[in-house]
């Protein structure tokens, strides 16, 4: 896994700009400790940090090659896996490609090479990648199918900047960082956020499945894959064995790595199922066991308040877990004073308001983990596509015709001030949005009733919640070194059980069906049993307080960048209501984007415009 940025200009001669693309590449240390190095060219150049996993040697970026009758230089930084390089590097081999490195870097570009920007069909893992065409000046951003690595652009006349954090565009003079009044939903629930915005005027994401193409005419993204809805015509038998058969290729596949290798383990059916197939393979191969890690927090015991999220406490369920698969198991317990000292850190992985608690605890959980290991697995998406979430069971929640993972929730942005909501019209906005992706809804034609409903509801979450925990592991992991990767983000897995009916993912009446029967001898009885349990946070008074006490004092400070555009009156009636939300902890939970947009805005000079 690595960091890459770069600039393409057609107006100016970029070799003279070397300072500044060291400047932008600089900021990826964190993604790429073990080396870096930059290339220019008179319209483009481009920056690589690299965090060596694959051929350790061989895999230095940019990765310089030359094509076409001058034999002008094509140019790849890349960010990622490609889990199927092997059956690509011979294939290719076969084709007359010679290779001079093991690296999944250079069957990128040797695909390139072959197919041009129809390479990407090719390609099965979690990747962003820029390619510079020199003798086509075109330069090709391209991202994962699911959006599990990010890569970021700014378009201006004449050119673009990229990179895959903020950071690295930040490092440019020709960005500004501004919001609008227009985005302010979008910053208090980022959730809201459709593919490929962010809150920064300009800023864009590469969506997921996209091709971004920049040459002299400008700059146009256009769809490499997509959703299909087809019929399903397999027994429920038939659909467990495949979803078994592809978890066990994926997580095989996923597992190599010339450098230490650990799992998330939560005590959940995803964590544990990923976590039991990886243990199993090592231990076929002879290798050391599996090494696992969870998080948990002090006074957790005393302090736990359950909700419809999360029910219960992750830790015994994971020791339970790791005693049945065999997995060297490590808890990392935090209090709150490492909680709130490791804010900074977590907040500069991000670049935008982050998640308070719940980015500092992954932090420190995945920089515990990086003593031990540079690799990792994780379970996300696994609730997304084969319905884990509670509203995915709520008659309620699913007939709502709104986001059901919203619900009845209150809402920040109706804490805005009179006459900000009035300009705003935050309810506008989400009804908007939420008639937008549904109107993009893959549909099966003669599809109805519950079915025809419930592939509404799995394809938001798919676009929105789970872009966001996405994009919070990545930033997360990549900020001290370790790699992170989804088995359940497969696109293969993800195109086949989209087709599997509602009614046969939840065909015993249960939650997950397909997911629990294709994994019932791999995990403990009580994990098969055990409700969704979403990520944890802290319960801790302290913490709570510490939030409630910060959200008063920027409403009463007039240097706020914040000042003026709440309703402190609001704000207190929402608190005092009660909690009418499957997703909120607390309070505190609620009112947390307030001091985390409040302190990015200060720390990164964002002004509202």
Known sequence: M?????????????????????AMTDTMQLRGPDDGGTWSGPHAALGHRRLAIIDIEGGKQPFVDSHGPHREPVVLVYSGEVYNFRELRDALAVRGHRFTTRSDTEVVMRAYQEWGADCVDHLNGMFAFAIWDAAREELLLVRDRIGVKPLYYYPYPGGVLFASE???????PLFTPKVTEESLPVLLNARLAMPGETPLSGLRQVKPGHVVRVDRRGCYEYPYWRLVSREHTESLDSTVAT???????????????DVPLSSMLSGGLDSTTTSALAARSLHRRGEQPLTTFCVDFVGDEEHFRPTQLRPER???YARLAAKHIGSDHHEIILNTAEILDALPAARRARDLPSLGQFDTSMYLLFAAMRQRSTVALSAEAADEIFGGYPWYHD???????????IGDAPRLADCLAPDVHARVRPAEVEADRYSTLRAQVPRLPGETGLNARMREVLYFNLLGPLAYLLDRKDRMSMAVGLEVRVPFCDHRLVEYVWNVPWSMKVADGHWKTLLRLAAKDLVPAETLQRPKSGYPGTHDPKYEAEVMATVTHILADPDSPLHGLFDEQRIKDTISSGNATMTWLNASHLLLPIVEIDAWMREYGVTLV
């Open 2 to 22: 690595c960091g890459i940025v770069g600039w393409v200009d057609f107006t100016r001669d970029l070799q003279l700009q070397q300072d500044t693309i060291d």
């Open 243 to 257: 979803v078994r058969e592809l978890l066990e290729d994926i997580v095989e596949r996923q597992l190599v790595a």
């Open 395 to 405: 008659p309620k929640m699913v007939w709502r015709d709104r986001f059901p993972w």
């Open 314 to 316: 992750d830790a015994p």
């Open 166 to 172: 903020p950071k690295g565009i930040l490092a440019n």
